[in-house]
């Protein structure tokens, strides 16, 4: 069997794998980006990493496919915009850099569309028409998929579900517009209440949890504080989520919605009430069909979706 | 060439054409629906006004598309919920009347989806790969072309963009949810507006237009009259569409939006808002090749997406 080569760049991290075309991962590992040190250090030691991985397994690797914080030109494998890596990580020839280096082929895609890949093609997605995956980290970014396929253009741009206004005057975003989902619902958005109340002395077991330290407030630590108003707030970030998936709903009718990255692990506590939400907010058709999960690859969605890119 | 039918039943108006696969239309007509006289006597109506225009241009019909304003059972061609109607028009079997009347099939549609389907087929959205499509009248109605085709589901239910929930305490919508894009947006959302500044002496030409009376004002009355406060009501209402809009650019990515319906009439007043705001509100990536237009068969649409389904 033919195996296949996958790497999720990230602002902070890189995860690299070899595995084949079923999805299954015989090698994986992460190391830090170190992006400011530049693209020629950076990717040659993804390269070195993705060789090292096929040699520990005794395969060769036929072809890589490879997630990318931001926009992209597909087709040429260049980077164009990567808004979480230095300036010198844009019109980076990628594709030609590690196809050059590892003698297989390189093919690029959105960090956010790879793991709806993944997940697609390998995890609750199967068999599915219409699906929405979402993917709620630092910040929310999400893909598409229609009629069993992702939903693309030229620069894998479509699925920014994460840049839905739902406060027409709310919080500046990263992107430029206010009021964006990842302005009410990222980790850093849930994480920021979290902080407020802490300081405004109405969430006493956070305060216990953290030692007072704002640093050390995540919406993990949040969950399991147990304070009522620490609640309450990861509860109104999930009554966002539910606008924005409810909206998407609205428009898409899919049998499917999944909910990657580190905030999907608040588990039952943030999808009950998304789905809950979803169900106030969607009254134009019956939604009995509709699942509202959390990823079943859960943070190995983006490699297996770049096995899938590899391998297609 | 063979020739098709379409009708396109609404709660006032029930439109009529006969033409071919081209979207050419020989002959049309419109009636009043008078639907509290029941299915049968509508449909009868409607059966004996097809075989009349075929009958007049000398032509026999191969088989019919029809649009109805509600869900139905696309596959069984039966309705199952038209909100406008009276409770005796759920679960009608349209197509196996009309089938029998006529002797051809018969195929149904959402209404909103039939004038997509046009639009698409037939309008600004031939050779487009993605491309929403608004409806803009009492109602906001949509649907969504991916791929080149319409996405469909089994009721045809998706394309709902009327009912994205826009600011998320808003007013009740007729679908029971709150702050729907069709509260704010829709002919008596902006009409509403114009009879609080007319009865507030805030919109002086407008009184003068209408004599004062209500019942007269619809946004085009309100277009014509010049006041400063009511063009501004009329932008406010343009504004809450481009983020309507926007936030489907954000997901899917379109070429091309395209504006059907009474109030898409209003011209370049509505669109120069519209197009500002969606650029205002995209900032995940470049809009620059997004075409957002009034239809190109106008009121024509759903008639035209009649022969479309017809012939397909």
Do not use: K
């Not at 229609?146 to 027409?168: K, S, V, W």
């Not at 975003?173 to 902080?195: F, M, R």
């Not at 620490?230 to 009718?253: D, E, F, P, S």
């Not at 058709?285 to 391998?311: K, M, N, T, V, W």
């Amino acid at each position: 069997m033919p195996h296949f080569a996958a790497a999720d760049l990230g602002g902070t991290t890189v995860a690299c794998a070899i595995g084949d075309a079923a999805g299954h991962i015989l090698r994986e590992s992460s190391m830090p980006t170190r992006a400011s040190e530049g693209p020629d250090a950076v990717l040659g030691r993804i390269a070195a990493e993705l060789a090292a991985l096929a040699r520990d397994a005794g395969v060769s690797i036929r072809a890589l496919g490879m997630g990318v914080p931001g926009r992209a030109d597909l087709a040429a494998g260049v980077t164009r915009f990567l808004p979480n890596l230095p300036t010198q990580w844009r019109d980076v020839p990628v594709a030609a850099f590690l196809s050059s280096r590892l003698e297989c082929s390189v093919r690029l895609l959105n960090d956010a569309r790879l793991a709806t890949l993944g997940e697609l093609t390998y995890g609750h997605g199967r068999g599915v028409g219409t699906m929405l995956f979402f993917t709620l980290g630092t910040g929310i970014g999400g893909g598409v998929a229609i009629g069993g396929r992702l939903h693309m253009d030229e620069m894998g741009t479509a699925g920014e579900l994460g840049h839905q206004t739902i406060l027409p005057d709310g919080p500046l975003c990263g992107c430029g517009n206010h009021g964006c989902l990842e302005t009410l619902a990222s980790g850093p958005a849930i994480a920021a209440e979290g902080v407020r109340l802490l300081r405004a002395g109405l969430a006493p077991h956070l305060f216990e949890l953290t030692g007072g330290d704002p640093g050390r407030v995540t919406p993990r630590e949040m969950a399991a504080a147990g304070d009522e108003s620490v609640r309450q707030a990861i509860l109104r970030a999930a009554r966002y989520l539910g606008i924005g998936v409810a909206n998407l709903v609205t428009a898409l009718h899919p049998e499917l919605v999944v909910f990657g990255g580190g905030v999907a692990a608040l588990g039952e506590l943030l999808f009950a009430e998304v789905r809950a939400e979803v169900a106030r907010r969607v009254r134009m058709f019956p939604i009995d069909g509709l699942r509202i999960l959390p990823s079943q690859l859960g943070e190995r969605a983006g490699l297996c979706g770049g096995l899938a890119l590899a391998s297609s």
